[in-house]
């Protein structure tokens, strides 16, 4: 069983485009997180939400909206995908706060 | 702000060789600490984490690491590498609002 999966895998898609990316856990933790990772493998946390609100937002664009509809799911939003957005987009989870996150597989997005 | 740093950006270590990877902290409090690996096109995976109590700290796959207060350091080690240790280590710390900041990574090169 996957703890934390994310769909899709791989995303390419064109400028200007709107998409999304999925993330479940199947944990029961409260908490979730989005990161980006680019190309020099640099992490950083995008957004958290705990029991479906949000905690954290770190000065993202806003095109870039995170939705959770339980606190099992966290989706992702993109609109108007630029070319910077290249990325690999990781989601986490944690059962409370500041304890150990455990990441999904990690969505490769290509803005072309 | 919290912040991680981890100063070495690649590694190259022989096979059977022993292995310390640094990293110091920044952070105002007693810190939440992480090591997690991540294998090429793999998400991210926890070695071990320190929250408090004996200083030394065992994680999976062999990997330590050593809680140093007074240096700000929580530095990985492993005694023999591996080639299947060939990866990115990330240290990380958790902050009190929820979040957990990454150092940048360091790439570890196994010769054979």
Known sequence: ?112 | AQSVTQPDIHITVSEGASLELRCNYSYGATPYLFWYVQSPGQGLQLLLKYFSGDTLVQGIKGFEAEFKRSQSSFNLRKPSVHWSDAAEYFCAVGARDDKIIFGKGTRLHILP
């Open chain 1, 1 to 112: 069983d996957t703890a934390v999966s994310q769909t899709p895998k791989y995303l390419v898609t064109q400028m200007g485009n709107d998409k999304s990316i999925k993330c479940e856990q199947n944990l029961g933790h409260d908490t979730m997180y989005w990161y980006k990772q680019d190309s020099k493998k640099f992490l950083k946390i995008m957004f958290s939400y705990n029991n479906k609100e949000l905690i954290i937002n770190e000065t993202v664009p806003n095109r870039f909206s995170p939705k959770s509809p339980d606190k099992a799911h966290l989706n992702l939003h993109i609109n108007s995908l630029e070319l910077g957005d290249s990325a690999v987009y990781f989601c986490a989870s944690s059962p409370f706060g500041v304890t150990e996150a455990f990441f999904g597989q990690g969505t490769r997005l290509t803005v072309v």
